[in-house]
Protein backbone atom coordinates (compact mmCIF):
# COMPACT_ATOMS: atom_id res chain seq x y z
CA UNK A 1 0.00 0.00 0.00
CA UNK A 2 1.92 3.52 -1.21
CA UNK A 3 0.38 7.22 -1.54
CA UNK A 4 0.68 9.68 -3.63
CA UNK A 5 -0.13 12.81 -2.30
CA UNK A 6 2.88 15.34 -3.73
CA UNK A 7 3.10 17.81 -1.13
CA UNK A 8 6.21 19.00 0.22
CA UNK A 9 6.72 19.83 4.05
CA UNK A 10 4.54 23.19 5.44
CA UNK A 11 2.20 22.70 2.92
CA UNK A 12 -1.47 22.24 3.74
CA UNK A 13 -2.33 19.20 1.40
CA UNK A 14 -5.89 18.02 0.46
CA UNK A 15 -6.27 14.58 1.21
CA UNK A 16 -10.16 14.20 -0.28
CA UNK A 17 -9.12 12.18 -3.15
CA UNK A 18 -5.96 10.28 -1.98
CA UNK A 19 -4.63 7.40 -4.61
CA UNK A 20 -4.32 4.51 -2.99
CA UNK A 21 -3.35 1.05 -3.78
CA UNK A 22 -3.67 -2.23 -1.85
CA UNK A 23 -5.92 -2.77 0.61
CA UNK A 24 -7.01 -0.52 3.55
CA UNK A 25 -5.08 -2.15 7.23
CA UNK A 26 -7.06 -2.45 9.93
CA UNK A 27 -5.24 -0.26 12.17
CA UNK A 28 -4.09 3.21 11.05
CA UNK A 29 -2.09 5.49 12.50
CA UNK A 30 -3.19 9.18 12.86
CA UNK A 31 -1.11 11.58 11.20
CA UNK A 32 -2.43 14.11 14.07
CA UNK A 33 0.08 11.57 15.89
CA UNK A 34 2.80 12.62 13.79
CA UNK A 35 2.66 16.43 14.20
CA UNK A 36 5.38 18.86 16.39
CA UNK A 37 4.10 21.04 18.79
CA UNK A 38 4.51 23.67 15.75
CA UNK A 39 1.41 22.14 13.97
CA UNK A 40 3.27 20.62 11.26
CA UNK A 41 5.18 16.84 10.50
CA UNK A 42 7.55 16.22 12.88
CA UNK A 43 10.56 13.50 11.53
CA UNK A 44 11.31 12.29 14.60
CA UNK A 45 7.84 10.61 15.51
CA UNK A 46 8.01 9.07 12.00
CA UNK A 47 9.23 5.26 11.47
CA UNK A 48 8.89 2.45 8.91
CA UNK A 49 5.63 1.13 10.78
CA UNK A 50 3.44 4.21 9.65
CA UNK A 51 5.27 5.55 6.11
CA UNK A 52 5.52 3.65 3.49
CA UNK A 53 7.29 5.12 0.49
CA UNK A 54 7.32 8.58 1.90
CA UNK A 55 9.12 10.72 -0.47
CA UNK A 56 8.61 13.98 1.44
CA UNK A 57 7.52 14.18 5.76
CA UNK A 58 4.08 14.61 5.16
CA UNK A 59 3.52 12.26 1.79
CA UNK A 60 3.02 8.66 3.00
CA UNK A 61 1.33 8.72 6.10
CA UNK A 62 -0.50 5.94 7.10
CA UNK A 63 -3.98 7.25 7.70
CA UNK A 64 -3.13 10.74 6.45
CA UNK A 65 -6.97 10.25 4.73
CA UNK A 66 -7.95 11.01 8.01
CA UNK A 67 -6.20 13.75 8.74
CA UNK A 68 -7.22 17.15 7.11
CA UNK A 69 -4.88 20.14 7.40
CA UNK A 70 -7.69 22.13 5.72
CA UNK A 71 -10.45 21.98 7.76
CA UNK A 72 -14.42 21.78 6.34
CA UNK A 73 -15.15 24.61 8.26
CA UNK A 74 -13.32 27.59 8.94
CA UNK A 75 -12.48 28.64 12.87
CA UNK A 76 -13.48 32.56 12.44
CA UNK A 77 -15.69 33.30 9.35
CA UNK A 78 -15.29 36.06 6.82
CA UNK A 79 -17.13 37.24 4.30
CA UNK A 80 -14.69 37.06 0.97
CA UNK A 81 -16.77 39.85 -1.28
CA UNK A 82 -16.13 43.22 -2.88
CA UNK A 83 -19.25 44.23 -0.50
CA UNK A 84 -17.27 43.18 2.58
CA UNK A 85 -14.25 45.08 1.09
CA UNK A 86 -15.83 48.64 0.59
CA UNK A 87 -17.78 48.83 3.45
CA UNK A 88 -14.79 48.19 5.50
CA UNK A 89 -13.09 50.83 3.32
CA UNK A 90 -15.97 52.89 4.12
CA UNK A 91 -15.96 52.46 8.23
CA UNK A 92 -11.90 52.84 8.10
CA UNK A 93 -11.89 55.60 6.13
CA UNK A 94 -14.71 57.64 8.20
CA UNK A 95 -13.55 56.51 11.50
CA UNK A 96 -13.33 59.23 14.12
CA UNK A 97 -11.93 58.68 18.11
CA UNK A 98 -14.22 58.65 20.76
CA UNK A 99 -13.48 62.10 21.97
CA UNK A 100 -14.61 65.14 19.70
CA UNK A 101 -12.09 67.22 20.34
CA UNK A 102 -9.35 64.15 19.15
CA UNK A 103 -8.80 63.76 15.51
CA UNK A 104 -6.19 60.88 15.45
CA UNK A 105 -5.43 57.30 16.83
CA UNK A 106 -2.53 56.49 17.26
CA UNK A 107 -1.47 52.87 17.19
CA UNK A 108 2.15 51.47 17.85
CA UNK A 109 3.26 48.26 16.32
CA UNK A 110 5.90 46.47 18.20
CA UNK A 111 8.03 43.30 17.18
CA UNK A 112 11.35 41.61 16.34
CA UNK A 113 12.90 42.49 13.31
CA UNK A 114 11.76 41.50 10.39
CA UNK A 115 8.48 40.81 11.32
CA UNK A 116 6.70 43.03 8.91
CA UNK A 117 5.81 46.26 11.20
CA UNK A 118 6.85 48.37 8.34
CA UNK A 119 5.52 46.07 5.80
CA UNK A 120 2.18 46.09 7.45
CA UNK A 121 1.78 50.25 7.28
CA UNK A 122 2.50 49.67 3.05
CA UNK A 123 0.01 47.37 2.94
CA UNK A 124 -2.32 49.13 4.83
CA UNK A 125 -1.71 52.28 2.49
CA UNK A 126 -1.73 50.40 -0.58
CA UNK A 127 -5.22 49.05 0.06
CA UNK A 128 -6.67 52.63 -0.05
CA UNK A 129 -4.19 53.74 -2.88
CA UNK A 130 -5.26 50.67 -5.17
CA UNK A 131 -1.51 49.79 -5.48
CA UNK A 132 1.35 49.01 -3.99
CA UNK A 133 2.80 51.77 -2.31
CA UNK A 134 6.42 51.75 0.31
CA UNK A 135 4.84 54.02 2.63
CA UNK A 136 7.73 53.06 5.26
CA UNK A 137 10.91 51.74 4.16
CA UNK A 138 11.49 48.11 4.70
CA UNK A 139 15.35 46.56 5.27
CA UNK A 140 16.46 43.17 4.17
CA UNK A 141 18.95 42.60 7.20
CA UNK A 142 19.10 41.25 10.93
CA UNK A 143 19.39 45.02 12.20
CA UNK A 144 16.37 46.97 12.67
CA UNK A 145 16.22 49.49 9.61
CA UNK A 146 13.13 51.72 11.52
CA UNK A 147 15.61 53.12 14.07
CA UNK A 148 13.17 56.34 14.17
CA UNK A 149 9.73 57.19 15.66
CA UNK A 150 7.53 57.28 12.38
CA UNK A 151 4.19 58.40 12.48
CA UNK A 152 2.23 57.09 9.28
CA UNK A 153 -1.16 58.80 9.06
CA UNK A 154 -2.89 56.55 6.67
CA UNK A 155 -4.34 58.32 3.55
CA UNK A 156 -7.98 57.18 2.47
CA UNK A 157 -8.38 56.87 -0.98
CA UNK A 158 -7.13 60.45 -2.22
CA UNK A 159 -4.46 62.86 -0.23
CA UNK A 160 -7.22 65.31 0.74
CA UNK A 161 -8.74 62.35 2.27
CA UNK A 162 -6.53 61.52 5.50
CA UNK A 163 -8.01 58.98 7.59
CA UNK A 164 -7.69 58.85 11.54
CA UNK A 165 -6.03 56.23 12.06
CA UNK A 166 -1.57 56.76 12.56
CA UNK A 167 0.47 53.96 12.69
CA UNK A 168 3.61 54.52 14.25
CA UNK A 169 6.54 52.65 13.43
CA UNK A 170 9.54 52.04 15.49
CA UNK A 171 12.97 49.95 15.96
CA UNK A 172 12.34 46.00 16.37
CA UNK A 173 12.81 44.68 19.93
CA UNK A 174 15.77 42.55 21.37
CA UNK A 175 16.18 40.37 23.57
CA UNK A 176 16.98 42.74 26.39
CA UNK A 177 18.15 46.21 27.34
CA UNK A 178 21.07 45.87 25.07
CA UNK A 179 19.75 45.07 21.73
CA UNK A 180 16.52 46.85 20.07
CA UNK A 181 13.88 49.19 21.34
CA UNK A 182 13.60 48.85 25.40
CA UNK A 183 11.27 48.50 27.78
CA UNK A 184 11.99 52.04 29.01
CA UNK A 185 12.11 53.84 25.41
CA UNK A 186 9.28 51.33 24.66
CA UNK A 187 6.94 52.49 27.45
CA UNK A 188 8.49 56.73 26.57
CA UNK A 189 6.64 56.41 23.56
CA UNK A 190 3.51 54.75 24.86
CA UNK A 191 3.19 57.53 27.51
CA UNK A 192 3.66 60.13 24.94
CA UNK A 193 6.94 61.09 25.92
CA UNK A 194 8.69 60.35 22.90
CA UNK A 195 8.83 63.03 20.24
CA UNK A 196 8.77 61.83 16.01
CA UNK A 197 11.58 61.76 14.65
CA UNK A 198 13.45 60.77 17.56
CA UNK A 199 16.19 58.02 16.71
CA UNK A 200 16.10 55.48 19.14
CA UNK A 201 19.62 53.74 21.05
CA UNK A 202 19.98 51.47 23.81
CA UNK A 203 22.87 53.74 25.05
CA UNK A 204 20.95 56.69 25.18
CA UNK A 205 17.28 56.69 26.78
CA UNK A 206 14.60 58.91 26.16
CA UNK A 207 15.06 61.49 29.00
CA UNK A 208 13.57 64.36 30.14
CA UNK A 209 17.15 66.16 28.62
CA UNK A 210 16.46 64.57 24.92
CA UNK A 211 15.64 67.20 22.54
CA UNK A 212 12.09 67.24 22.02
CA UNK A 213 10.73 65.58 25.21
CA UNK A 214 7.61 65.86 25.60
CA UNK A 215 7.31 67.30 29.47
CA UNK A 216 3.20 67.15 29.89
CA UNK A 217 2.41 64.61 27.18
CA UNK A 218 -2.38 64.73 26.64
CA UNK A 219 -4.29 62.62 25.26
CA UNK A 220 -3.18 62.98 21.64
CA UNK A 221 0.44 62.71 22.54
CA UNK A 222 0.14 59.11 24.03
CA UNK A 223 -0.29 55.86 22.31
CA UNK A 224 -4.28 54.28 22.23
CA UNK A 225 -3.28 51.01 21.53
CA UNK A 226 -0.41 48.73 21.09
CA UNK A 227 0.12 46.12 18.62
CA UNK A 228 2.64 43.20 19.05
CA UNK A 229 3.56 41.71 15.90
CA UNK A 230 4.99 38.13 15.04
CA UNK A 231 6.47 36.26 12.37
CA UNK A 232 4.48 32.95 11.84
CA UNK A 233 7.64 31.72 10.21
CA UNK A 234 9.60 32.31 13.24
CA UNK A 235 7.50 31.62 15.70
CA UNK A 236 8.98 28.53 16.62
CA UNK A 237 12.54 30.01 16.61
CA UNK A 238 11.89 33.31 18.83
CA UNK A 239 14.16 32.87 21.66
CA UNK A 240 13.62 32.57 25.30
CA UNK A 241 14.49 36.12 25.83
CA UNK A 242 12.11 37.54 23.27
CA UNK A 243 9.30 36.08 25.23
CA UNK A 244 10.63 37.71 28.46
CA UNK A 245 10.63 40.65 26.84
CA UNK A 246 7.41 40.40 25.46
CA UNK A 247 5.59 39.20 28.75
CA UNK A 248 7.47 42.25 30.65
CA UNK A 249 6.26 44.79 27.87
CA UNK A 250 2.26 43.19 28.45
CA UNK A 251 2.45 43.81 31.96
CA UNK A 252 4.11 47.32 32.45
CA UNK A 253 1.86 48.54 28.61
CA UNK A 254 -1.33 46.72 30.96
CA UNK A 255 -0.58 48.94 33.88
CA UNK A 256 -0.73 51.92 31.84
CA UNK A 257 -4.34 50.95 30.70
CA UNK A 258 -3.65 50.61 26.93
CA UNK A 259 -5.16 47.60 25.32
CA UNK A 260 -2.91 44.98 23.37
CA UNK A 261 -3.91 42.95 19.86
CA UNK A 262 -1.42 41.12 17.64
CA UNK A 263 -0.74 40.37 13.84
CA UNK A 264 0.69 37.16 12.89
CA UNK A 265 2.58 38.17 9.27
CA UNK A 266 3.63 35.92 6.74
CA UNK A 267 0.76 33.12 7.37
CA UNK A 268 1.37 32.44 3.56
CA UNK A 269 4.88 31.38 4.50
CA UNK A 270 3.63 28.28 7.10
CA UNK A 271 0.91 27.03 4.61
CA UNK A 272 1.40 25.89 1.41
CA UNK A 273 -2.46 25.93 0.74
CA UNK A 274 -3.06 29.60 2.22
CA UNK A 275 -0.16 30.76 0.04
CA UNK A 276 -2.20 29.81 -3.14
CA UNK A 277 -5.69 31.07 -1.65
CA UNK A 278 -5.05 33.40 1.50
CA UNK A 279 -9.05 32.76 1.57
CA UNK A 280 -8.17 29.37 3.44
CA UNK A 281 -6.10 31.30 6.27
CA UNK A 282 -9.25 30.17 8.21
CA UNK A 283 -9.43 26.86 7.00
CA UNK A 284 -6.11 25.73 7.70
CA UNK A 285 -4.97 23.77 10.76
CA UNK A 286 -1.42 25.10 9.92
CA UNK A 287 -2.52 28.75 10.63
CA UNK A 288 -4.53 27.73 13.66
CA UNK A 289 -1.51 26.11 15.50
CA UNK A 290 1.13 28.90 14.39
CA UNK A 291 -1.50 31.39 16.42
CA UNK A 292 -1.92 29.39 19.67
CA UNK A 293 1.97 29.25 19.62
CA UNK A 294 1.64 33.11 18.95
CA UNK A 295 -0.64 33.44 21.52
CA UNK A 296 1.78 31.70 24.36
CA UNK A 297 5.21 33.35 23.59
CA UNK A 298 2.70 37.03 23.57
CA UNK A 299 0.98 35.15 26.55
CA UNK A 300 -2.27 36.54 24.87
CA UNK A 301 -5.26 34.91 24.08
CA UNK A 302 -5.70 33.98 20.34
CA UNK A 303 -8.62 36.23 20.32
CA UNK A 304 -6.72 39.19 20.12
CA UNK A 305 -4.53 37.46 17.47
CA UNK A 306 -5.51 37.83 13.49
CA UNK A 307 -3.53 36.57 10.30
CA UNK A 308 -2.06 38.69 7.91
CA UNK A 309 -0.41 38.84 4.59
CA UNK A 310 1.59 41.72 4.12
CA UNK A 311 2.17 43.04 0.66
CA UNK A 312 6.02 42.75 -0.74
CA UNK A 313 6.91 41.82 -4.20
CA UNK A 314 3.79 42.51 -5.82
CA UNK A 315 2.79 45.38 -7.91
CA UNK A 316 -1.06 45.42 -7.49
CA UNK A 317 -3.17 44.79 -4.92
CA UNK A 318 -5.50 41.47 -4.00
CA UNK A 319 -9.21 41.98 -3.32
CA UNK A 320 -8.99 38.64 -0.87
CA UNK A 321 -5.49 40.20 0.64
CA UNK A 322 -6.98 43.42 0.96
CA UNK A 323 -10.08 41.73 3.02
CA UNK A 324 -7.26 40.72 5.56
CA UNK A 325 -5.78 43.45 6.18
CA UNK A 326 -8.52 45.58 6.47
CA UNK A 327 -9.97 43.18 8.63
CA UNK A 328 -6.65 43.81 11.34
CA UNK A 329 -7.48 47.48 11.16
CA UNK A 330 -11.16 46.93 12.21
CA UNK A 331 -10.17 44.47 14.77
CA UNK A 332 -7.45 47.32 16.03
CA UNK A 333 -9.59 50.14 15.84
CA UNK A 334 -12.12 48.50 17.78
CA UNK A 335 -9.64 47.95 20.75
CA UNK A 336 -9.16 51.48 20.04
CA UNK A 337 -12.26 52.53 21.21
CA UNK A 338 -12.40 50.35 24.04
CA UNK A 339 -9.19 52.58 25.62
CA UNK A 340 -11.13 56.27 24.79
CA UNK A 341 -14.41 54.61 26.58
CA UNK A 342 -11.98 53.61 29.85
CA UNK A 343 -10.25 57.38 29.36
CA UNK A 344 -14.00 58.73 29.32
CA UNK A 345 -15.06 57.08 32.21
CA UNK A 346 -12.33 56.93 33.99
CA UNK A 347 -11.40 60.85 33.19
CA UNK A 348 -14.13 62.81 32.22
CA UNK A 349 -12.88 66.08 32.02
CA UNK A 350 -8.85 64.52 30.33
CA UNK A 351 -7.04 66.97 28.29
CA UNK A 352 -6.84 66.73 25.04
Known amino acids: MSFNFGTVPGSCPNFS ?49 QWKSKMESPWREVAWTEDRRE ?6 SSYKPGFEALSEARVL ?51 EQPTALVLCDVMGLGDGETTGLTLHDTLAIIKGH ?13 RSETVGYVKKPSLKDKVHCVVFVVDASKVSSYTKGLGTTFQQLREH ?25 ITQVYNS ?62 YPKLSL
Open 17 to 65: APVLHGEKPSSITLATNLLGGDGRPDSSKVSKGNVINAPGVFAGLLGAE
Open 194 to 206: APEGHKFSPEQPV
Open 253 to 277: ISDLGVHQVALLTHVDQVCQETARD
Open 109 to 159: LLGPVGAGKSSFVSSVQSVFTGRFTNRAMVGSSSASFTKKLQLFNIRGRSP
Open 285 to 346: RIVQQTMTNAGALLGMSTSYIVPVKNYSSELDVDENTDILLLSAVDHILQYVDLHFQDCAAT
Open 87 to 92: TLMESI
